[in-house]
């Protein structure tokens, strides 16, 4: 599903919200007409639908997953590449700097063994080779961070991102291979997100990756396992004016099943009806699943004391139709995102314990949570 | 009653303050006056220093601004840096370098402000780190939605958007849009070269540093419309650099290796030493020029204190008589002098900051003429001018009071009540005071020469105080012998009124030798001043005669005063140099450069006039013999240098010049110095061929066009405006008009001089007012006796204007010798040191009639009010004081 971190709120005064804005809201200058929409009966082909599709005003590859070390240590991670169309083509201009793509990254570490959280994003126009993502082969970076398929039939996704946070250096260097085949979300190959034509996405994923590489925290590294999960997604315009945020999640359970589940919560209070998800077998069997199959229902909120925003952090999840109930809590409580270099938006996103029940057998797991439209972005610059 | 000490010790400073009191009181215009005088001197000094600072304190707030949070910044050379430098640091990164921006600036005109904008490219999101801009930050005026069709009908969120898309996008400062009543939406068309850019506002930047950029007029573009409208895509004018501060030597270093070799490594606050150190010899000279009004402000005061001496005499002695001690007269009139310093001072200080708002002007234009670009619109007051300037005016005041109060405290109790001791004092003091002139001229001398004033700046200040004070300190022995002479003359010519004046003149010595002493050191600034100027006039109508010698000159519209970016479009300069009309042309490139901090010019030019002698540049030495020289010149194996680039730079004809050119340093032989007068950088002439081989830069600035002998000019310029004028914007200037606009360039250099001079005319005509009110005073008992003897008053009249005349007259005969001792070293010393000029020395008659005009004038003019005072004093009541 769209895991923008995108806070819609009201005509923000900073540039970097617009940007966020612009991801699922429309591109600039009226001109999303000329983006092409996400509409039903899209043909998927791989591996080029990995690469980008500058048809589409946004996209974005992300990947979360829980990693270990060696010595027990446990990391969360998530890193997202964002492309933003500025327009649809970029005519009589002679500067390189010219654009018609921005690039954004987000990068975030949960140390769940130490209880702290990292993370750092950055910008950059797709011009002069600083940043891009190539439409002939699965190949997206921002400066130095990079995200390359390759292999053979390009299953082997390699990822290489770097930050400094808290006066800390970090970084991940991963190399993921499919653990299943890849599962296309929604119905006729688009994942509608509110009501009307081409408020949408193309939207697949790779819901579990074994992953291996190095974690490097300050001066230590580690050689870590894991798995990961990897979602694709674009579409233009995908948005309803009015949707106010959504809550994302996406839970791997230990049987070899994989939940994603995504409510648009909307300014009025409610949820939007096109709030979906999709539940995907062991044999790699989906089932699309709509509102009414599931229930999401928060226990507890967790109060940022940097953007004083109230996150839900704590919740019951239940699929009646299948009998599952699972309860999902963060591994830790702080993993608020302010993307100060990027988006300027401030949202939730972090790594999740699951335990539960279907029937008498008990269920656990791992999983990610992003929560956004909590928080008014703060301190947003340029 | 007990005798008690301290009760009559302060009962006498009660009622010498009381007298001080009720005499200041009385004469409340004398004290004025006084006052003003130290005013207006201390007014000019602070306002010249506020402008000063103020330049300064803007240029390093504008730096501030633009370099944001850099510690390092890589600076492109003339052609600037490729973008592949940039692109190459962020794809290859170095953990010690935090962050880099890379930034496209220039400044340009806008026609329809009507003035220069820093523009400055930027890429926004390499800027966070850097800079807070906030673009976008702004929401548009709600009008803006009500326009119609204008862009800035757009939302407010998509402000960043259309500044990051769009190609003819802005942002601009709140200060540039509150001075130029600029909305969101509104035009602004810049020059670039020859082309007319129109771009639209988008955004307003909230940010205070955007005000502070370039004195607020600050325009930003992302940096692809910068690239683009500059035509200057693939190159970058410097990258900002975060690094870490530990490590920042060997990045330098390291930056270095891969680096064009023009361009420069250095700290952002190294440009503000740089600037600084650039611009301390011109504020230099302005300190000077402005002390000058403080100089003769001094007169002023000693004069006031003088008067109230002699209006007081009677007082004085009779409190001399009364036991009064020495110290405590002495003291009595030294705290006079103190209140009178202070309070001028005070009044000095607040009118020289009101009076900085249009010297701050005239110093930044002149500077963004001569040197640098800069905006100064807020003035900056330098913290120890608060104190300083109120405790120099004081404590100049009670040395300037030191003389007549050490006469007025040491005069027995009976002289004093006599009038004429004074005099005889000043003529006792004559020759000592001549001695000590002769020393001060001989001092004078003695600086001028070359192995001191080849040193030290301060030498040639020093040499034209020392002949001021020279001069003044010769007067009143000049003025004895004159009144002797004069006495003679003028009783043969006016009788008995003649030999009065003449004789008045030599007993009133302390007086008069003084306000001669005040008339001269104007009027000898003046000629000075007025003989320089003229010569330089002269010698530039001389050198522009010769080197402006084509019939039309074809520039881009800002001529070659703004920097011309891509310069002439193609087109122009292939039909300009083809048309049939044409005889032959010259081609120009310019490009700035900086030996030592010193900046230069390089003018890449064929210079085809200097070989057929139609361009008749005079060399103040050659390798070869002018012929050949100029021959060399034409094969391209030499470079030419100006004089002004020989004298601050310390190159000769026959050395090597190494430039660090885009392709390395590059060692040129210097085959001759040229006299050039262009009030500009340091000018070198540089074979084209040879700027290209090495710069890689094919642009034109300029042509210079010499036309058939048959075909007219004004026509050629018709045809070529109806060509391109609808494309471009050229300028296009017959020989005429470049000559003329030469001048105009020369006389807005001189602007600031112009009116210090004024200033200092002002000052010391307050003063001959002053002292001519003392001169008739002290004598108010010898004219009530020629009155009782039957003086008419027409007589009296009569006498007291040729007095008048005389002083007029002996004050420019002196004037005329000092003031053409400090043209000579304004020319020959000052002048060559600061600008590196030859002046060939041209003495207008003019200047020296004017000047004695001027002189009788002041004498007479001021002599109105004190003559008619003279006249109608009560007779009675005057001589009844004896």
Same mark, same amino acid.
């Given at each position: 599903?769209?895991?923008?971190?995108?806070a819609?709120?009201?005509?923000?005064?900073?540039?970097l919200?617009?940007?966020?804005?612009?991801?699922?809201?429309?591109?600039?200058?009226?001109?999303?007409?000329?983006?092409r929409?996400?509409?039903?009966?899209?043909?998927?082909?791989?591996?080029?639908?990995?690469?980008? %599709?500058?048809?589409?005003?946004?996209?974005w590859?992300y990947?979360?997953?829980?990693?270990?070390?060696?010595?027990?240590?446990?990391f969360?991670?998530?890193?997202?590449?964002?492309?933003?169309?500025?327009?649809?083509?970029? &005519?009589?201009?002679?500067?390189?700097? &010219?654009?018609?793509?921005?690039?954004?990254? %987000?990068?975030?570490?949960?140390?769940?063994?130490?209880?702290?959280?990292?993370?750092?994003?950055?910008a950059?126009?797709?011009?002069?080779?600083?940043?891009?993502?190539?439409?002939?082969?699965?190949?997206?970076?921002?400066?130095?961070?990079?995200?390359?398929?390759?292999?053979h039939?390009?299953?082997?996704?390699?990822?290489?991102?770097?930050?400094k946070?808290?006066?800390?250096?970090?970084?991940?260097n991963?190399?993921?291979?499919?653990a299943?085949?890849?599962?296309?979300?929604?119905?006729?190959?688009?994942?509608?997100?509110?009501?009307?034509?081409?408020?949408?996405?193309?939207?697949?994923s790779?819901?579990?990756l074994?992953?291996?590489?190095t974690?490097?925290?300050?001066?230590?590294?580690?050689?870590?396992?894991?798995?990961?999960?990897?979602?694709?997604?674009?579409?233009?315009n995908?948005?309803?004016k009015?949707?106010?945020?959504?809550?994302?999640?996406?839970?791997?359970?230990?049987?070899?099943?994989?939940?994603?589940?995504? %409510?648009?919560?909307?300014?009025?209070?409610?949820?939007?009806?096109?709030?979906s998800?999709?539940l995907?077998?062991?044999?790699g069997?989906?089932?699309?699943?709509?509102?009414?199959d599931?229930?999401?229902?928060?226990?507890?909120?967790?109060?940022s004391?940097?953007?004083?925003?109230?996150?839900?952090?704590?919740?019951?999840?239940?699929?009646?139709?299948?009998?599952?109930?699972?309860?999902?809590?963060?591994?830790?409580?702080?993993?608020?995102?302010?993307?100060? %270099?990027s988006t300027?938006?401030?949202?939730?996103?972090g790594?999740?314990?699951?335990?539960?029940?279907q029937?008498?057998?008990?269920?656990?797991?791992?999983?990610y949570?992003?929560?956004?439209?909590?928080?008014?972005?703060?301190?947003?610059?340029? | 009653?007990?005798?008690?000490?301290a009760t009559?010790?302060?009962?006498?400073?009660?009622?010498?303050?009381?007298?001080?009191?009720?005499?200041?009181?009385?004469?409340?215009?004398?004290f004025?006056?006084?006052t003003?005088?130290?005013?207006?001197?201390?007014?000019?000094f602070?306002?010249?220093?506020?402008?000063?600072?103020?330049?300064?304190?803007?240029?390093?707030?504008?730096?501030?601004?633009?370099?944001?949070?850099a510690?390092?910044?890589?600076?492109?050379?003339?052609?600037?840096?490729?973008?592949?430098?940039?692109?190459?640091?962020?794809?290859?990164?170095?953990?010690?370098?935090?962050?880099?921006?890379?930034?496209?600036?220039?400044?340009?005109?806008?026609?329809?402000?009507?003035?220069?904008?820093?523009?400055?490219?930027?890429d926004?999101?390499?800027?966070?780190d850097?800079r807070?801009?906030?673009?976008?930050g702004?929401?548009?005026?709600?009008?803006a939605?009500?326009r119609?069709?204008?862009p800035?009908?757009?939302?407010?969120?998509?402000?960043?958007?259309?500044?990051?898309?769009?190609?003819?996008?802005?942002?601009?400062?709140?200060?540039m849009?509150?001075?130029?009543h600029l909305?969101?939406?509104?035009?602004?068309?810049?020059?670039?070269?020859?082309?007319?850019?129109?771009?639209?506002?988008?955004?307003?930047?909230?940010?205070?540093?955007s005000?502070?950029?370039?004195?607020?007029?600050?325009?930003?573009?992302?940096?692809?419309?910068?690239?683009?409208?500059?035509?200057?895509?693939?190159?970058?004018s410097?990258?900002?650099?975060?690094?870490?501060?530990? =490590?920042?030597?060997?990045?330098?270093?390291?930056?270095?290796?891969?680096?064009?070799?023009?361009?420069?490594?250095?700290?952002?606050?190294?440009?503000?030493a740089?600037v600084?150190?650039?611009?301390?010899?011109?504020?230099?000279?302005?300190?000077?020029?402005?002390?000058?009004?403080?100089?003769?402000?001094?007169?002023?005061i000693? !004069?006031?204190?003088?008067?109230?001496?002699?209006?007081?005499?009677?007082?004085?002695?009779?409190?001399?008589?009364?036991?009064?001690?020495?110290?405590?007269?002495?003291?009595?009139?030294?705290?006079?002098?103190?209140v009178?310093?202070?309070?001028?001072s005070?009044?000095?200080?607040?009118?020289?900051?009101?009076?900085a708002?249009?010297?701050?002007q005239?110093?930044?234009?002149?500077?963004?003429?001569?040197?640098?670009?800069?905006?100064?619109k807020?003035?900056?007051?330098?913290?120890?001018?608060?104190?300083?300037?109120?405790?120099?005016?004081?404590?100049?005041?009670?040395?300037?009071?030191?003389?007549?109060?050490?006469?007025?405290?040491?005069t027995?109790?009976?002289?004093?009540?006599?009038?004429?001791?004074?005099?005889?004092?000043?003529?006792?003091?004559?020759?000592p005071?001549?001695m000590?002139?002769?020393?001060?001229?001989?001092?004078?001398?003695?600086?001028?020469?070359?192995?001191?004033?080849?040193?030290?700046?301060?030498?040639?200040?020093?040499?034209?105080?020392?002949?001021?004070s020279?001069?003044?300190?010769?007067?009143?022995?000049l003025?004895l012998w004159?009144?002797?002479?004069a006495?003679?003359?003028?009783?043969?010519?006016?009788?008995?009124?003649?030999?009065l004046?003449?004789?008045?003149?030599?007993r009133?010595?302390?007086?008069?030798?003084?306000?001669?002493?005040?008339?001269?050191?104007?009027?000898?600034?003046?000629?000075?001043?007025?003989?320089?100027?003229?010569?330089?006039?002269?010698?530039?109508?001389?050198?522009v005669?010769?080197?402006?010698?084509?019939?039309?000159?074809?520039?881009?519209?800002?001529?070659?005063?703004?920097?011309?970016g891509p310069g002439?479009?193609r087109?122009?300069?292939?039909?300009?140099?083809?048309?049939p009309?044409?005889?032959?042309?010259?081609?120009?490139?310019?490009a700035?450069a900086?030996?030592?901090?010193?900046?230069?010019?390089?003018?890449?030019?064929v210079?085809?006039?200097?070989? !057929?002698?139609?361009?008749?540049?005079?060399?103040?030495?050659?390798?070869?013999?002018d012929?050949?020289?100029?021959?060399?010149?034409?094969?391209?194996?030499?470079?030419?240098?100006?004089?002004?680039?020989?004298?601050?730079?310390?190159?000769?004809?026959?050395?090597?010049?190494?430039?660090?050119?885009?392709?390395?340093?590059i060692?040129?032989?210097i085959?001759?110095?040229?006299?050039?007068y262009?009030?500009?950088?340091?000018?070198?002439?540089?074979?084209q061929?040879?700027?290209?081989?090495?710069?890689?830069?094919?642009?034109?600035?300029?042509?210079?066009?010499?036309?058939?002998?048959?075909?007219?000019?004004?026509?050629?310029?018709?045809?070529?405006e =109806?060509?391109?004028?609808?494309?471009?914007q050229?300028?296009?200037?017959?020989?005429?008009?470049?000559?003329?606009s030469?001048?105009?360039?020369?006389?807005?250099?001189?602007?600031?001089?112009?009116a210090?001079?004024?200033?200092a005319?002002?000052?010391?005509?307050?003063?001959?007012?002053?002292?001519?009110?003392a001169?008739?005073?002290?004598?108010s008992r010898?004219?009530?006796?020629?009155?009782?003897?039957?003086?008419?008053?027409?007589?009296?009249?009569?006498m007291?204007?040729?007095?008048?005349?005389?002083?007029?007259?002996?004050?420019?005969?002196?004037?005329?010798?000092?003031?053409?001792?400090?043209?000579w070293?304004?020319?020959?010393?000052?002048n060559r040191?600061?600008?590196?000029?030859?002046?060939?020395?041209?003495?207008?008659?003019?200047?020296l009639?004017?000047?004695?005009?001027?002189?009788?004038?002041a004498?007479?003019?001021?002599?109105?009010?004190?003559?008619?005072?003279?006249?109608?004093?009560?007779?009675?009541?005057?001589?009844?004081?004896?």
């Amino acid at each position: 599903m769209s895991r923008a971190a995108l806070a819609p709120q009201p005509i923000q005064t900073t540039v970097l919200v617009c940007i966020g804005l612009f991801l699922l809201w429309g591109s600039p200058q009226g001109q999303a007409a000329s983006f092409r929409p996400a509409l039903p009966g899209y043909q998927y082909h791989f591996p080029r639908d990995h690469t980008a %599709h500058p048809e589409y005003a946004t996209e974005w590859w992300y990947y979360t997953g829980h990693l270990q070390a060696a010595n027990g240590k446990r990391f969360g991670y998530e890193l997202t590449f964002f492309r933003i169309g500025l327009m649809p083509s970029l &005519a009589g201009r002679t500067s390189k700097w &010219a654009t018609r793509d921005i690039m954004l990254g %987000h990068l975030a570490l949960t140390d769940e063994t130490g209880n702290q959280f990292y993370f750092v994003d950055r910008a950059s126009r797709a011009a002069l080779g600083l940043a891009g993502a190539e439409t002939a082969m699965p190949h997206i970076w921002i400066n130095g961070w990079s995200l390359r398929f390759g292999g053979h039939n390009s299953s082997a996704q390699t990822l290489r991102a770097t930050g400094k946070s808290h006066d800390i250096e970090f970084a991940i260097n991963l190399v993921q291979h499919p653990a299943k085949p890849l599962v296309i979300h929604g119905e006729k190959g688009v994942s509608q997100k509110s009501a009307g034509v081409g408020r949408a996405s193309h939207y697949y994923s790779f819901t579990r990756l074994t992953t291996q590489g190095t974690v490097r925290l300050g001066d230590q590294h580690f050689a870590v396992t894991g798995q990961s999960w990897f979602d694709h997604e674009f579409g233009s315009n995908q948005l309803g004016k009015d949707q106010a945020g959504w809550d994302w999640f996406g839970v791997q359970l230990d049987d070899g099943r994989e939940i994603m589940l995504y %409510h648009m919560r909307l300014r009025s209070g409610g949820t939007d009806p096109y709030s979906s998800g999709t539940l995907v077998e062991r044999n790699g069997k989906t089932h699309h699943l709509r509102l009414q199959d599931f229930r999401i229902e928060p226990l507890n909120t967790w109060r940022s004391p940097v953007s004083h925003a109230s996150y839900p952090a704590h919740w019951r999840v239940t699929l009646p139709r299948e009998g599952i109930n699972l309860d999902i809590m963060p591994t830790i409580a702080n993993q608020e995102l302010a993307t100060q %270099h990027s988006t300027g938006v401030t949202y939730w996103e972090g790594s999740v314990r699951v335990t539960g029940t279907q029937g008498s057998r008990s269920l656990h797991g791992m999983g990610y949570v992003e929560l956004t439209g909590y928080a008014g972005a703060f301190n947003s610059t340029f | 009653m007990k005798f008690n000490y301290a009760t009559l010790k302060s009962s006498v400073r009660y009622l010498l303050a009381f007298l001080s009191l009720r005499y200041w009181l009385r004469h409340r215009g004398a004290f004025f006056l006084a006052t003003l005088g130290v005013a207006l001197g201390l007014a000019v000094f602070v306002s010249v220093q506020v402008a000063n600072h103020s330049v300064l304190a803007s240029f390093a707030a504008s730096l501030d601004a633009i370099s944001g949070k850099a510690n390092l910044q890589i600076i492109g050379g003339a052609s600037g840096l490729p973008e592949e430098v940039y692109t190459r640091l962020k794809l290859t990164p170095d953990a010690r370098i935090k962050a880099a921006a890379p930034v496209v600036s220039r400044t340009l005109y806008s026609p329809t402000l009507q003035t220069s904008i820093l523009i400055m490219g930027v890429d926004p999101f390499a800027e966070i780190d850097f800079r807070d801009w906030e673009i976008g930050g702004e929401s548009p005026p709600p009008q803006a939605s009500t326009r119609g069709t204008t862009p800035s009908d757009q939302n407010a969120q998509s402000a960043f958007l259309q500044f990051l898309t769009g190609p003819h996008t802005t942002a601009i400062s709140q200060a540039m849009a509150n001075r130029y009543h600029l909305s969101i939406g509104s035009p602004l068309q810049l020059y670039v070269g020859a082309e007319r850019k129109n771009f639209y506002v988008v955004a307003i930047l909230p940010n205070e540093s955007s005000n502070e950029a370039f004195g607020g007029d600050f325009t930003l573009l992302d940096i692809a419309t910068a690239q683009e409208a500059l035509a200057q895509s693939g190159r970058l004018s410097q990258i900002d650099l975060i690094v870490d501060e530990v =490590q920042l030597d060997a990045v330098k270093a390291a930056l270095r290796k891969n680096l064009p070799a023009d361009a420069i490594v250095q700290r952002p606050a190294q440009r503000g030493a740089d600037v600084s150190a650039m611009l301390a010899a011109f504020q230099l000279n302005l300190s000077a020029l402005s002390c000058i009004a403080i100089f003769v402000g001094a007169f002023l005061i000693y !004069n006031s204190i003088a008067i109230a001496v002699v209006r007081r005499r009677a007082e004085v002695g009779i409190l001399r008589s009364f036991g009064t001690g020495q110290s405590q007269l002495m003291r009595l009139f030294l705290v006079e002098a103190a209140v009178i310093g202070l309070v001028g001072s005070i009044v000095g200080m607040l009118l020289g900051i009101a009076l900085a708002h249009f010297t701050l002007q005239a110093v930044s234009t002149t500077i963004s003429a001569l040197y640098i670009a800069v905006k100064a619109k807020s003035l900056s007051v330098p913290l120890w001018l608060w104190w300083g300037a109120p405790l120099g005016g004081t404590v100049l005041s009670i040395l300037s009071a030191l003389p007549a109060a050490h006469e007025a405290a040491n005069t027995p109790p009976r002289a004093a009540m006599l009038r004429v001791t004074l005099h005889q004092a000043t003529e006792r003091f004559a020759y000592p005071m001549a001695m000590a002139g002769v020393v001060s001229l001989s001092l004078a001398f003695v600086l001028c020469q070359p192995f001191i004033s080849g040193r030290t700046v301060f030498a040639g200040f020093a040499a034209a105080f020392l002949t001021l004070s020279g001069f003044a300190l010769l007067t009143p022995v000049l003025t004895l012998w004159g009144s002797r002479v004069a006495q003679v003359g003028a009783g043969a010519t006016f009788g008995i009124e003649g030999t009065l004046a003449g004789s008045y003149l030599r007993r009133a010595l302390n007086r008069s030798s003084l306000v001669i002493a005040a008339l001269m050191v104007s009027l000898a600034m003046l000629i000075g001043l007025s003989v320089m100027v003229g010569s330089f006039r002269a010698t530039v109508a001389a050198w522009v005669g010769g080197s402006i010698s084509a019939d039309l000159y074809v520039a881009p519209a800002r001529g070659f005063a703004e920097d011309p970016g891509p310069g002439l479009p193609r087109e122009v300069v292939q039909y300009v140099t083809t048309m049939p009309s044409a005889r032959f042309c010259d081609t120009l490139r310019g490009a700035d450069a900086e030996i030592n901090h010193q900046p230069i010019y390089i003018a890449a030019n064929v210079l085809p006039g200097l070989v !057929n002698g139609e361009r008749k540049t005079r060399f103040l030495e050659t390798l070869y013999g002018d012929a050949l020289t100029k021959r060399a010149y034409a094969q391209s194996k030499i470079i030419l240098v100006s004089e002004r680039f020989k004298n601050l730079l310390g190159y000769r004809s026959g050395q090597t010049l190494t430039l660090t050119t885009p392709s390395g340093p590059i060692a040129f032989l210097i085959g001759g110095v040229f006299y050039d007068y262009t009030p500009n950088e340091c000018l070198l002439y540089m074979p084209q061929t040879l700027y290209r081989k090495y710069w890689h830069d094919y642009g034109i600035d300029g042509i210079a066009v010499y036309l058939k002998h048959d075909v007219s000019t004004d026509e050629v310029k018709r045809e070529l405006e =109806q060509r391109f004028g609808a494309k471009y914007q050229l300028t296009l200037l017959p020989n005429r008009e470049i000559r003329a606009s030469v001048f105009k360039t020369f006389d807005q250099t001189f602007a600031v001089t112009y009116a210090l001079q004024l200033i200092a005319i002002i000052v010391a005509a307050i003063g001959i007012f002053d002292t001519l009110i003392a001169l008739l005073l002290e004598r108010s008992r010898e004219l009530a006796t020629l009155r009782a003897l039957g003086a008419s008053p027409w007589q009296i009249n009569k006498m007291t204007y040729i007095e008048f005349v005389l002083i007029g007259i002996f004050a420019w005969t002196i004037g005329v010798a000092a003031g053409l001792c400090l043209a000579w070293e304004l020319i020959y010393v000052i002048n060559r040191q600061f600008f590196g000029w030859t002046i060939q020395w041209t003495l207008q008659p003019d200047v020296l009639f004017r000047a004695l005009v001027l002189a009788l004038l002041a004498a007479i003019g001021a002599g109105v009010f004190p003559a008619r005072n003279a006249t109608r004093r009560n007779i009675a009541a005057t001589l009844q004081v004896e």
